[in-house]
């Protein structure tokens, strides 16, 4: 079975993010897709995030439709012993989630990373960056304004094509799919779904209407805890 993993902060989950699901569902003919809230972000340590139950909560709402979609607890807090944390929290690293994931999954399933092309801009920077190429195919939803050429950059050095070999791609859109030793991409396009996470704080912390963003449970979750107010 080909099997997506998902994840992020989802602070809030909105609807770009199951736009990018849907989309990898099809063109990747994925059984399943694992929903992945980071209890940590490396990228985003010093940023507050809502607790952690609030984001799992909201992910398990947002995809409760859809049989495929498949709410994950993988990088959940540390239990907690008489009070106190076991181990402390650590930054929740991607290739560290792919090979807990791999361990429950049979060898013959196919792994696929679902990620946005902003964070994938950064993904050299990410750890092991180039292991995690080895261990799953990529699918990564577009942008306006990034180019093939942008994509192939964007990879680990050990990895990326040489200059003049991505040359004559910076004119051409980021889709299709992009297969080069040791890395494949699977990119989507723009998905026409424009939800900005720091627009949706901000319009719930000035009380407006947040349907245009959000699927309806999700949105009523967060006015019944009063997030982000």
Partial sequence: MNIGLFGGTF???????LALARAALERCKLGRIYFVPANVPPHKQRQPLSP???RFTMVALATAEEKAFVPSLLEAPEETEFGR????????YTIDTVRRLKQSLKSSDKL????GMDAFADIATWHEAEVLFRECEFVVAGRPGYSLADVANALPE????????TKPFHKQPATGDLVLPGV???LLGDLKQPASATAIREAAAAGKPLGRFLDAPVAEYIRKMGLYK
């Fill in 112 to 115: 696929f990373l679902l990620i």
């Fill in 11 to 17: 602070d809030p989950v909105h609807r770009g993010h």
């Fill in 85 to 92: 944390k076991v181990r402390g929290d650590k930054p929740n």
């Fill in 52 to 54: 952690f139950l609030h």
């Fill in 158 to 165: 050990s990895l990326r094509p040489r200059a003049e070999v």
């Fill in 184 to 186: 494949t991409i699977h």
